[in-house]
């Protein structure tokens, strides 16, 4: 027996048909797998008691009350799961279920990554020499549509440091490039201008501005370590452009790309603390790194980069496909 919660995307989503269908597969591989038991799959895009308006947390509370539950699959894919680390070990505890498998992106080895198998379908197929850098003109180049505190953070601390100078930097519509949407790929949801900035999940955006850009400054979606490590498009986008990248978001998400086959390029600032430092510093180095690149030759630096950076993207097509063998093959 299986009951599955949760909400999808809207049809209007890119992704939905990709939802619909990892959700769909893993609903028969948990009936296949564990047929003689009680298995409740809840899918954690949008669910928790703040979503009144989907009412699924409620009915979690009614289901787990009513029926004793052998097993517990926790999925989260597309979006962050809106339970802390510790939040989900009490969700689990609650539900009463005598196992529990957290699947996505979750720090577990049912874990896998939904965004690396669905951009590689939308993206367009560039040409090497429409990603490599013509020429510095910026040292960086710093993406921010909706405007999350941390990217907010980061952003008056660019301008204190006077560093927005040397880059192009977005945030909603406080500040955009006073583009049109129909110079970017479709936006997801529908939404083509949300927030005065196109919605672009699939494409890096005017190439103009991405080959004159030293270093891409991920505007991560989550900040904080207590959340699941949760990697999207925007973290992939530098590595398919091949540019060099630093992340304003988890630094747990170094290592994640490390462990599975990725190189970062921290070694080449070395002298700046990124991956172990305290959240309160996060930002405030990330200016530093930008503070250094000012004094480099960045155009022989790429260079020197080259071969990290057609590393990366070949893997990332190679990770993608085994992201998608793992989706397909959770209990194998």
């Given at each position: 027996m299986l009951r599955t919660l949760g909400v999808t995307f809207a049809q209007s989503s890119q992704w939905y048909k990709d939802q619909i269908e990892l959700i769909s597969n893993i609903e028969e591989q948990i009936k296949a797998q564990f047929s003689n038991d009680i298995n409740l799959l809840i899918n954690m895009t949008w669910f928790g008691p703040q979503f009144t308006n989907n009412n699924e947390h409620a009915k979690f509370l009614e289901y787990i009350h009513s029926k004793p539950i052998d097993n517990i699959f926790l999925l989260a894919s597309e979006d962050p799961c809106f339970f802390n680390k510790q939040e989900t070990k009490q969700l689990i505890l609650d539900s009463g279920a005598s196992q529990s498998f957290l699947l996505g992106h979750f720090d577990t080895e049912y874990n896998f990554n939904f965004h690396s198998t669905v951009i590689g379908d939308f993206f367009p197929k560039y040409l090497e020499d429409e990603l490599l850098l013509k020429d510095a003109k910026y040292t960086f180049l710093n993406y921010n549509r909706k405007p999350?505190?941390?990217?907010?953070?980061?952003?008056?601390?660019?301008?204190?440091?006077?560093?927005?100078?040397?880059?192009?930097v977005t945030?909603?519509?406080?500040?955009?490039?006073?583009?049109?949407?129909?110079?970017?790929?479709?936006?997801?949801?529908?939404?083509?201008?949300?927030?005065?900035?196109?919605?672009?999940?699939?494409?890096?955006?005017?190439?103009?501005?991405?080959?004159?850009?030293?270093?891409?400054?991920?505007?991560?979606?989550?900040?904080?370590d207590h959340l699941w490590t949760f990697i999207t498009?925007?973290?992939?986008?530098?590595?398919?452009?091949?540019?060099?990248?630093?992340?304003?978001?988890?630094?747990?998400?170094?290592?994640?790309?490390?462990?599975?086959?990725?190189?970062?390029?921290n070694k080449y600032w070395s002298h700046i603390d990124l991956e172990t430092?305290?959240?309160?510093?996060?930002?405030?180095?990330?200016?530093?790194?930008?503070?250094?690149?000012?004094?480099?030759?960045?155009?022989?630096?790429?260079?020197?980069?080259?071969?990290?950076?057609?590393?990366?993207?070949?893997?990332?097509?190679?990770?993608?496909?085994?992201?998608?063998?793992?989706?397909?093959?959770?209990?194998?």
């Amino acid at each position: 027996m299986l009951r599955t919660l949760g909400v999808t995307f809207a049809q209007s989503s890119q992704w939905y048909k990709d939802q619909i269908e990892l959700i769909s597969n893993i609903e028969e591989q948990i009936k296949a797998q564990f047929s003689n038991d009680i298995n409740l799959l809840i899918n954690m895009t949008w669910f928790g008691p703040q979503f009144t308006n989907n009412n699924e947390h409620a009915k979690f509370l009614e289901y787990i009350h009513s029926k004793p539950i052998d097993n517990i699959f926790l999925l989260a894919s597309e979006d962050p799961c809106f339970f802390n680390k510790q939040e989900t070990k009490q969700l689990i505890l609650d539900s009463g279920a005598s196992q529990s498998f957290l699947l996505g992106h979750f720090d577990t080895e049912y874990n896998f990554n939904f965004h690396s198998t669905v951009i590689g379908d939308f993206f367009p197929k560039y040409l090497e020499d429409e990603l490599l850098l013509k020429d510095a003109k910026y040292t960086f180049l710093n993406y921010n549509r909706k405007p999350r505190e941390h990217r907010k953070q980061l952003v008056d601390q660019l301008d204190k440091t006077q560093l927005s100078q040397f880059g192009i930097v977005t945030l909603g519509n406080d500040r955009d490039l006073d583009e049109t949407v129909d110079e970017y790929q479709e936006g997801n949801w529908g939404m083509k201008n949300d927030l005065g900035i196109p919605h672009d999940i699939s494409s890096l955006g005017r190439l103009e501005y991405w080959q004159k850009h030293f270093l891409t400054v991920v505007s991560e979606t989550d900040f904080e370590d207590h959340l699941w490590t949760f990697i999207t498009e925007k973290t992939w986008k530098p590595i398919i452009g091949l540019r060099p990248f630093v992340i304003n978001g988890q630094i747990e998400v170094y290592r994640w790309l490390r462990k599975n086959g990725f190189k970062t390029f921290n070694k080449y600032w070395s002298h700046i603390d990124l991956e172990t430092c305290n959240i309160d510093n996060i930002h405030k180095n990330i200016c530093s790194v930008i503070q250094f690149l000012q004094t480099q030759d960045l155009e022989k630096l790429y260079i020197d980069m080259l071969p990290d950076l057609r590393y990366n993207k070949e893997r990332f097509h190679e990770f993608s496909l085994e992201q998608k063998y793992k989706m397909e093959n959770l209990f194998a």
